[in-house]
């Protein structure tokens, strides 16, 4: 009895580079970065309501000697890392961090 043939891979490095700089990748970078917004607006406290309308989604092609598609999550409020971090007064929210780890598939 013959043993199965293997199936083999050689990466076309070219290729895979242009992959993850595709529109396509920056879609789909996009598309799950617009889910963490999502998240990140659900879950936000609100009180004067300017840091949950303060969020907005970035994507393009990360500079450097491998470029990628890239999507980020930002938010201005300039109380953005205090609602993040807390302090010694205010409870940390972790709202980014949160929504970014449920936001896994």
Not at 18 to 38: C, F, G, I, P
Not at 57 to 67: D, Q
Request: hydrophobic share 30%.
């Amino acid at each position: 009895m013959a043993s199965p043939r293997r199936a083999r891979f050689k990466g076309d490095y070219k290729g895979i580079g242009e992959m993850l700089v595709s529109k396509q990748m920056q879609r789909e970078m996009e598309h799950r970065a617009l889910r963490v917004e999502a998240r990140c607006v659900a879950t936000s406290p609100e009180d004067t309501g300017n840091y949950k309308s303060s969020f907005r989604v970035e994507t393009g092609i990360r500079p450097g000697p491998k470029p990628r598609a890239e999507s980020k999550v930002i938010n201005d409020d300039e109380a953005s890392t205090l609602v993040e971090w807390g302090t010694a007064k205010t409870p940390r929210f972790r709202v980014m961090g949160k929504a970014a780890g449920s936001a896994s598939d």
